[in-house]
Structure formats: C-alpha cells, structure tokens
C-alpha cells in the first residue's frame, strides 16, 4: 500500500487537484481518499483496466523560490492525486463506473473543487547507481 511505484514510459498522468471545503483536513477525507483508491487498483489495475499506479500529496505550504515565476505564491490546492494509466480511454472508463463514481462522490460533499488535468509522459529519468557508475569505469578503463 505504501510500497515504491514503477511507471513505465508512455504512461498517461491524471492530475487531480482537490479544494477542500472550509474547515475539513485532509484527516477529514483520509477514507474517504482510501476507499475511492482501493477501488481503482483493485478494479482496474493492470490487465483489469489499465490502471498502473497513484500517490495522494497533501500541499506541505512549501513554495520554491528558486523554481516559481510569476506573483503566486502558493497553492490554490489542498491535494492533489496523481494517477497513471496506460490510456486516457481506460481512465475515462473507470470513472464511469458507478462504485467509483460513489466513493468520488463521498469525497466530493467536502471539497469546493476538483480538477482533473492529463498529462502525456514526455521523458522520465533518475540517477544512475553507484553500481551503474562502477560498471562503467570497468568498461571504459
């Protein structure tokens, strides 16, 4: 549940961001985010429906000033889920579905807004490991 992600190239974003209403936290919504979560992997993952991974993120308060531009300084969020899927299509799909739509729908009653925004995965990349660099200087030497 709370295990590392993979998400292979390719993959399509879904990026949700949640207004909640004032006065709810988000120890208010916490279920009602596991519930709706646990329908999607369990009814859509992998050869189910194309589902492939999500996170929750809470907005921390923390602005970069180094990487923001422009007069906002700071969210006009609260949370944000971010999924990933294989096609927009089957992303479409299981929100269709009517267990999903309750279990979003029980979240919605404490938010003033939601947006979903998608995203096409344009290049991905992390550090090499120490092992990776050590294997190259053999190589190379």
């Not at 209403?21 to 979560?37: N, Q, R, W």
Request: hydrophobic share 40%; with cysteine.
């Amino acid at each position: 549940m709370f295990g590392p992600i993979t998400i292979p190239f390719g993959a399509k974003l879904l990026f949700n961001t949640v207004k909640l209403k004032p006065g709810v936290t988000y120890d208010d919504v916490e279920l009602a985010l596991a519930e709706m979560c646990h329908v999607v992997k369990e009814t859509y993952g992998g050869d189910k429906g194309g589902f492939i991974a999500g996170q929750v993120f809470r907005f921390s308060g923390f602005v970069s000033e180094e990487g923001s531009l422009g007069g906002q300084h700071g969210a006009d969020h609260d949370l944000v889920i971010a999924t990933y899927w294989q096609t927009f299509d089957e992303h479409e799909r299981s929100h269709a579905d009517a267990v999903f739509r309750e279990k979003f729908g029980q979240l919605a009653e404490m938010c003033v807004e939601t947006r979903e925004l998608g995203y096409e995965m344009m290049w991905q990349g992390a550090p090499e490991g120490e092992g990776a660099h050590a294997a190259e200087g053999t190589q190379a030497a």
